[in-house]
């Protein structure tokens, strides 16, 4: 056996606190670099459990990037482990950048507040009291149908009302759709790699064991996907910033539908195209094995915590039961007012203006730094990867440098799953400043890639 080590594991919480407990340990560096964990046969024995359970442990963390695993030799921490998640910082008030530059928000100062104002006082003047009670789980029946022919119309989706749920926003729909595959018997999901980690904390806490894939220019690697789940960014990858190859959607597609396993599609800025009319959503072409998911984070504001699922029909059901088991219905005034906003026009008026925005400042991103920006990059979303050189500077250089600028930045470092030698680059939210800030952004984002030791210029 290697050293003596303490794992904080409960045996209440199975294979899975194992395996968290001793990830844990790895990243809170109670085990180092190159340090020994105890033979398979060691750790069964002292844990008293199966050594089957401890020889999959390791070879989910070697699959995940922890661990180096070789027949006949013993297990070893690897040298640059997964980073944690790290820390929100803050996005207002006290410790609030001056300027701020990290993607996943729209512009809030352009909520439009008049519309949404007066499609709540049409809700209040016309709505019955007996809408105003708990009503149904799946969510409010006319926001379903409004939704039901706005996706069909604009994203192509197929989607009656029966198979759409309303839900709290991507976040929520990962959490619900792992918690139904769990009680389907299915614990294993595959995530992008890289793909937004926030979510792939989600799953995880969810109880799924999540599941690297590849990701190349034209998006996901589907020959590597081999789970009974997985989730995908394919209208716009996050935070690559590439769309999924023609060939490739078919491909996955296929393989969900001959596999019987699900994809969830996070459709989270299919409304942003720039350059031509968006291609339509995955679900398309295999509505019984993709869920569809939508947002309002992107186009209105995440402070609504408002999205959608439009489900392969065996999964409402499972969905209708971690809704109830999470006590969980979407908010009714705001959902009968976001069917207004749908049905009057406004939500797509505000789409467009948004849209004629977004892409000046891409634009104007663009030339700023005209060679950082790879070429299989769409121009569409609200992000775009300013990937940085590999002579330099490094993510952590340009981090440093923004924080003596007061200049919010994301890298793209804790988006992957696996350690190794990543490309470098920041990911940049050019939605996230009002408009007035927007050229004072930028140029601090100039000063910060020139004080760091490069002008993000790509190879
Ligand atoms: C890749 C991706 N998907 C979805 C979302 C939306 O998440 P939510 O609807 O929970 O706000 C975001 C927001 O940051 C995102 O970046």
Redesign the pocket.
């Known amino acids: 056996m290697g050293p003596d080590v303490h794992f904080d594991w409960d045996p209440g919480t199975g294979r899975l606190g194992l395996a968290d407990a001793i990830r844990d340990a790895i990243r809170k560096g109670r085990l180092s670099h190159g340090a020994v964990l105890p033979s398979t046969r060691a750790l069964a024995s002292d844990l008293g459990i199966a050594r089957g359970t401890v020889t999959r442990i390791y070879a989910d963390l070697t699959a995940e990037g922890y661990v180096h695993s070789r027949q006949g030799a013993p297990t070893t921490v690897a040298a640059d482990v997964p980073r944690p998640s790290p820390p929100p910082h803050a996005r207002s008030g006290p410790g609030a950048p001056r300027w701020d530059l990290r ?2 928000q729209p512009d809030l100062s352009a909520f439009p507040r008049d519309d949404w104002a007066s499609a709540t006082r049409r809700v209040l003047q016309h709505t019955p009291a007996s809408l105003f009670g708990y009503g149904d789980r799946l969510g409010v029946a006319r926001l379903r149908e409004s939704l039901a022919s706005y996706l069909a119309r604009s994203r192509g989706v197929v989607a009656d009302p029966q198979r759409i749920v309303v839900c709290g ?4 729909a990962v959490s619900l759709l792992t918690t139904a595959l769990r009680e389907l018997g299915e614990t294993d999901i595959a995530f992008e790699n890289p793909s ?1 980690y926030r979510f792939r904390d989600i799953a995880k806490a969810a109880g799924a064991r999540v599941i690297p894939v590849p990701v190349d220019d034209e998006g996901i690697d589907v020959s590597s996907v081999d789970s009974p789940a997985v989730v995908v ?1 394919p209208a716009h990858h ?1 935070p690559l910033g590439v769309t999924l190859a023609p060939g490739r959607r078919t491909a996955l597609a296929k393989w969900a539908s001959a596999s019987g396993a699900f994809v969830l599609e ?1 459709d ?1 800025d299919g409304e942003f195209r720039f350059d031509r009319t968006p291609v339509g959503a995955l679900q398309t072409l295999a509505p019984e094995r993709v869920a569809y998911a939508g ?1 309002v ?2 186009t209105l504001a ?1 402070g609504l915590r408002l ?1 959608w699922l439009v489900l392969p029909r065996v999964l409402v059901e499972p969905v209708r039961a971690a809704l109830e088991w999470q006590g969980w219905r979407a908010p009714v005034i705001e959902q009968l007012t976001f069917a207004e906003l749908l049905d009057s026009g406004a939500y797509g008026r505000h789409i467009r203006r948004r849209r004629a925005s977004y892409r000046k400042r891409r634009d104007l991103l663009l030339a700023t730094f005209p060679d950082a920006v790879a070429k299989h990059d769409i121009p569409a979303g609200l992000q775009l990867l300013l990937r940085l050189p590999p002579s330099g500077p490094r993510e952590e250089d340009v981090l440093a440098a923004a924080a003596r600028h007061s200049l919010g930045l994301e890298a793209l470092g804790p988006h992957w799953m696996t350690p190794c030698d990543h490309p470098q680059g920041i990911v940049v939210g050019y939605t996230t400043p009002p408009e007035h800030a927007y050229t004072g952004a930028l140029s601090a984002l100039r000063t910060v890639l020139a004080e760091a030791g490069g002008a993000g210029r790509h190879p």
């Open positions: 993607p996943g926003g991507f976040s929520h937004l960014t996050f996070d989270y947002t984070s992107k995440p999205g």
